[in-house]
């Protein structure tokens, strides 16, 4: 009898450490489950983000361009004056391409780093477009003419955008976009670490 209970308590330790293991790596598992889920969620959503960020601006110029003519190159003679007026339209583009954002997930210290951020591009084109013509038979505008004061133009238009005020307000529409990262990150727990030290502190 007494070989029958050592036999059957034997058991029965062999059962509860069994049931003891299980449980720890159940437990064990699921945490981990967690983590990668954690990880995979915060990298899809910013995997979302890699497009292109756009902010947009659009200018407008007018211009009047006169240009003199001496009749039979004499300085004596009345001039015979031509006129034309142009009209520029400046589209400007701020654009990041987040692609190049490098974001370290550190799923195992719950760690979200900002590594860099991209750099913006600024594209501006301009369209010039000739409103009218007021020349004589004597002084007529050549193509030549033309294509001089349609680069001026754009020249012009280039000389009008302020290029810094823009990247300013491009880092701005992209710390916004980035907040939403980082919203994400604190639901989850995850400290946001910025090595750029370009990002505001309230952000993070």
Same mark, same amino acid.
């Given at each position: 009898? =007494? %070989?029958? $209970?050592?036999?059957?308590?034997?058991? +029965?330790?062999?059962?509860?450490?069994?049931?003891?293991?299980?449980?720890? $790596?159940?437990?064990?598992?699921? &945490? /981990?489950?967690?983590?990668? =889920?954690?990880?995979?969620?915060?990298?899809?959503?910013?995997?979302?983000?890699?497009?292109?960020?756009?902010?947009?601006? &659009?200018?407008?110029?007018?211009?009047?361009?006169?240009?003199?003519?001496?009749?039979?190159?004499?300085?004596?003679?009345?001039?015979?004056? $031509?006129?034309?007026?142009?009209?520029? @339209?400046?589209?400007?583009?701020?654009?990041?391409?987040?692609?190049?954002?490098?974001? %370290?997930?550190?799923?195992?210290?719950?760690?979200?780093?900002?590594?860099?951020?991209?750099?913006? %591009?600024?594209?501006?084109?301009?369209?010039? /477009?000739?409103?009218?013509?007021?020349?004589?038979?004597? &002084?007529?505008? =050549?193509? @030549?003419?033309?294509?001089?004061?349609?680069?001026? *133009?754009?020249? +012009? *238009?280039?000389?009008?955008?302020?290029? /810094?005020?823009?990247?300013? +307000?491009? $880092?701005?529409?992209?710390?916004?976009?980035?907040?939403?990262?980082?919203?994400? *990150?604190? *639901?989850?727990?995850?400290?946001?670490?910025? &090595?750029?030290?370009?990002?505001?502190?309230?952000?993070?």
């Amino acid at each position: 009898m =007494s %070989k029958l $209970k050592i036999g059957i308590g034997f058991l +029965a330790g062999i059962l509860l450490s069994l049931l003891v293991f299980f449980a720890w $790596k159940g437990f064990t598992k699921k &945490n /981990e489950d967690k983590s990668v =889920s954690d990880y995979y969620i915060i990298t899809n959503q910013i995997s979302k983000m890699n497009k292109m960020v756009v902010m947009e601006q &659009n200018l407008s110029m007018m211009q009047k361009t006169t240009i003199s003519h001496e009749l039979f190159g004499s300085s004596y003679l009345p001039s015979s004056d $031509k006129h034309i007026i142009t009209f520029t @339209k400046t589209n400007v583009q701020v654009s990041y391409d987040l692609s190049k954002m490098k974001i %370290k997930v550190d799923s195992l210290n719950k760690k979200l780093i900002i590594e860099t951020l991209p750099q913006p %591009k600024i594209t501006i084109i301009p369209s010039v /477009e000739i409103q009218s013509m007021d020349d004589s038979f004597y &002084n007529r505008f =050549s193509q @030549k003419d033309i294509k001089h004061i349609t680069q001026k *133009a754009k020249d +012009a *238009a280039y000389k009008m955008v302020d290029q /810094e005020k823009l990247k300013e +307000a491009g $880092k701005k529409q992209l710390i916004s976009n980035l907040k939403e990262i980082f919203v994400l *990150a604190k *639901a989850l727990n995850y400290k946001v670490v910025d &090595n750029t030290n370009e990002i505001p502190l309230d952000l993070y």
